[in-house]
């Protein structure tokens, strides 16, 4: 078990919706990392927050946005969904020092119909 | 742009054997480096990391080596077993573009261990 909680473990939902999805880092970590798995890809980072602030960006969409609250859990809300979007979408944690893995949550499976 | 490459799909070894996993990356400010497990229906799990400064990083069965000239990184598990049959990621950061105030990191597509009993 990482410590990092993700909710829900799977999603289906239709083209044009919008999901949240949830995530609760590991105690005591201050950065949460969205990441994006598409089928046969690798893992692709979204986008990292650190203590309620963003503080890199990847390869994410305009339709996708996030947050992190001062309890220090994290949403990933997806908007105006499209088939493509269906994918497993994880989350991290790590500490705050650099050269700390990342612990990862066991994802939520979206699927897009 | 790929910057981390597992140019290996999968890979099928016997029980008891060495098992060797390979990695290349492009981008020469990584200075941390990682290996993860991932099985299926759960998130990738760290095995062992390394550092730039290092060569070599060993944990019981798993050693990580790198070579930094060659931008090349390998997982050495000796000896395999049955349970290690996972796919297998490697990962890079460079810690030092945001002062240290990023762990973000770029993985490779993975390779499939299966290892037969």
């Known amino acids: 078990d990482s410590g990092v909680t993700q909710t829900p473990k799977h999603l289906i939902t239709a083209t044009g919706q919008r999901v949240t999805l949830r995530c609760s880092p590991r105690?005591?970590?201050?950065?949460v990392y969205w990441y994006q798995q598409s089928l046969d890809q690798g893992l692709q980072f979204l986008i990292q927050?650190?203590?309620?602030?963003?503080?890199a960006k990847g390869n994410i969409l305009e339709r996708f946005s996030a947050q992190q609250f001062p309890d220090l859990h994290s949403e990933l809300n997806l908007s105006s969904l499209e088939l493509g979007d269906s994918a497993l979408y994880f989350c991290a944690s790590s500490s705050e020092s650099g050269g700390s893995p990342l612990h990862f949550g066991n994802g939520t499976r979206l699927t897009v119909t | 742009d790929q910057q981390v490459k597992q140019n290996s799909p999968s890979l099928s070894v016997q029980e008891g054997r060495i098992s060797i996993l390979n990695c290349d990356y492009t981008n020469s400010m990584f200075d941390y480096f990682l290996w993860y497990k991932k099985y299926p229906a759960e998130g990738p799990t760290f095995l062992i990391s390394?550092?730039?400064?290092?060569d070599k990083n060993e944990d019981g069965r798993f050693t990580v080596f790198l070579n930094k000239s060659a931008k090349h990184l390998s997982l050495h598990i000796v000896p395999s077993q049955p349970g290690d049959s996972a796919v297998y990621f490697c990962a890079a950061s460079a810690t030092m573009n945001y002062g240290g105030a990023t762990n973000k990191l770029i993985f490779g597509t993975g390779t499939l261990l299966a290892v037969q009993p």
């Open positions: 390394i550092s730039s400064i290092k």
């Open positions: 105690s005591g970590d201050l950065s």
């Open positions: 927050y650190y203590n309620g602030e963003e503080r």
